[in-house]
């Protein structure tokens, strides 16, 4: 079965500090991984995605994640936050046998003080 | 344009109503979604409709109906909801099923 753990429910960093959000998976297939971002009273808007090949990601809004296949890991990172950066994360893998189902972690809580 | 237009933004019912969730996408993307979603936590797969045909049905009770009358329109009919199914229904479509989703921005339902 496969599962995404996101190490850390809260994340409060400084305006302009650097972040970084924690994301392990566990699969025994290939996987496709997926960073999704949630404000507050909105839907799901995709950050980034894994498919394949290079394993340094970019995405919007400044954010970028490294696939880490040794350590089944997919971490989201930005140098220099802003106070609009204030909001959910979701890291998800794709389930197997390409069914369409996405397994989510819990969220992480980021939150950006000025 | 990755634009998943789902109506109405919320909905307030009771629990001898019924009513119906409408999601729309113009991306010509045969796959359409809908999850649940409480506060603080993940998205929940319910359905899974692929070339309008339901693929997937995550066990959800049957006074949540999914209807997938074309391509780019999805519905979801309520009918005697309980006041625990008050969450944030969230749409979604995919190129086919299994490829990169987007999601609408929600229908937040309480059920009084």
């Known amino acids: 079965a496969q599962s995404v753990t996101q190490l850390d429910s809260q994340v409060p960093v400084f305006e302009e500090a650097p972040v970084e959000l924690r994301c392990n998976y566990s699969?025994?297939?290939?996987?496709?991984l997926f960073w999704y971002v949630q404000y507050p009273n909105q839907g799901l808007q995709l950050l980034l995605k894994y498919l394949s090949g290079s394993t340094l990601v970019k995405g919007i809004n400044g954010f970028e994640a490294e696939f880490n296949k040794s350590q089944t890991s997919f971490h989201l990172r930005k140098p220099s936050v802003h106070i609009s950066d204030t909001a959910e994360y979701f890291c998800?893998?794709?389930?197997?046998?390409?069914?369409?189902?996405?397994?989510f972690g819990q969220g992480t809580t980021l939150q950006v003080k000025p | 344009d990755t634009e998943v237009t789902q109506t109405p933004k919320h909905l307030v019912m009771g629990m001898t109503n019924k009513k119906s969730l409408k999601c729309e996408q113009h991306m010509g993307h045969r796959a359409m979604y809908w999850y649940k979603q409480k506060a603080k936590k993940p998205p929940e797969l319910m359905f899974v409709y692929s070339y309008e045909k339901l693929s997937i049905n995550e066990s959800v009770p049957s006074r949540f109906s999914p209807e997938c009358p074309n391509s780019s329109l999805l519905n979801l009919h309520l009918h005697a909801l309980q006041p625990e199914d008050s969450a944030l229904y969230l749409c979604?479509?995919?190129?086919?099923?299994?490829?990169?989703?987007?999601f609408g921005a929600g229908t937040r339902l309480s059920v009084l």
């Open positions: 699969s025994s297939v290939s996987v496709y």
């Open positions: 998800a893998v794709s389930g197997a046998g390409n069914t369409g189902k996405l397994i």
């Open positions: 979604a479509s995919s190129q086919d099923q299994g490829n990169i989703q987007y």
